[in-house]
């Protein structure tokens, strides 16, 4: 046993300080990744806690307090068209039981004049605007502000109008693909590999794995967004469905296990952003930008506005 140890130990030990090395100098081993834009200032579903979540109201009154970055989910519906919407079944949103998918565009119904703000329980928005938005239009009206585009579903002709709209209006390097399902996820890349990319949910699993295994600063990356809860917000300005997410203890592990200044300073040195949401109070936005986040997503495009305004966050040299 003692023969074998004299060969381990010394193996073991090279590899993490090599390890520990390319994490905090991983210029040695890979090219950074140079992403047409860097954003600070995300909008969630537009900025929904300020007007009705994903109207063109919303968009702009996120654009009009600076936001570098718009999310949005998107559905097609019967006739074809894509639409901005979270939710494909709109009971939540308009009060009626109905899918996006059964309706055609001209016979959607109006967003409810008071929302429930999903990420800030106890906190509603309103808005003169209560129609549910065409991609097209957000393309067309904010040519110069960035899009994450979410797909839920696996609809590969929904893929594909996304694609071409995106394309129609040069896009491609200032609109992201977003899923938290991998195959989904694959399927966008083939339809539009000039798309810059977020890790999926398994993604961001392995990527947990390699960085605790000491793995990640050896293997190279194609996504350039990393988008993630910080889970500190979670049953206390949101509370999930899931049982288990409800757990206080398993929460406390997950923020101690996901947020870890050195993953998130690694990922940073490697030119990929880190957006943390949906933080929609003061001390949550302070955090994230401690932690390493480069950008918020929140529902309050002029609270964040004002927080950035008083409190310019460090480069990434000054950390």
Request: proline share 4%; with cysteine; hydrophobic share 35%.
């Amino acid at each position: 046993m003692s023969n074998y140890l004299y060969y381990i130990v010394p193996a073991l030990g090279g590899y993490t300080l090599t390890s520990v090395l390319l994490l905090r100098n991983p210029h040695l081993l890979h090219k950074k990744k140079q992403t047409a834009f860097q954003c600070q200032h995300i909008s969630h579903r537009g900025g929904g806690g300020e007007r009705i979540e994903n109207t063109l109201e919303a968009f702009t009154n996120a654009v009009d307090n600076g936001t570098e970055m718009l999310e949005l989910d998107c559905h097609l519906t019967r006739d074809g068209q894509v639409v901005v919407s979270h939710d494909e079944n709109l009971l939540r949103e308009t009060g009626h039981d109905i899918n996006i998918s059964d309706v055609d565009y001209a016979d959607l119904p109006l967003y409810k004049d008071r929302l429930a703000v999903t990420f800030y329980e106890g906190h509603f928005s309103t808005g003169k605007d209560r129609r549910i938005a065409l991609l097209e239009d957000v393309l067309k009206q904010f040519p110069h502000t960035a899009v994450n585009i979410e797909i839920k579903e696996d609809n590969e002709p929904l893929i594909k109008k996304v694609s071409d709209l995106v394309k129609k209006y040069d896009r491609e390097s200032t609109t992201v693909w977003a899923s938290v399902k991998s195959h989904i996820m694959k399927k966008c890349r083939a339809e539009n590999p000039d798309m810059p990319t977020m890790f999926t949910f398994r993604r961001g699993l392995l990527l947990l794995l390699m960085y605790y295994t000491g793995l990640l600063p050896f293997v190279p990356l194609s996504e350039s967004f990393l988008q993630t809860y910080m889970p500190s917000i979670i049953n206390r300005t949101y509370t999930p469905s899931s049982v288990l997410l409800r757990n206080s203890f398993l929460i406390k592990i997950a923020d101690k296990i996901t947020m870890r200044k050195s993953l998130l300073r690694h990922l940073q040195l490697r030119g990929i952003q880190i957006h943390l949401f949906v933080l929609n109070e003061e001390s949550d936005i302070r955090r994230a930008f401690q932690l390493g986040a480069t950008g918020v997503m929140t529902d309050y495009p002029s609270k964040l506005r004002r927080y950035l305004d008083s409190n310019p966050t460090p480069s990434l040299n000054d950390q």
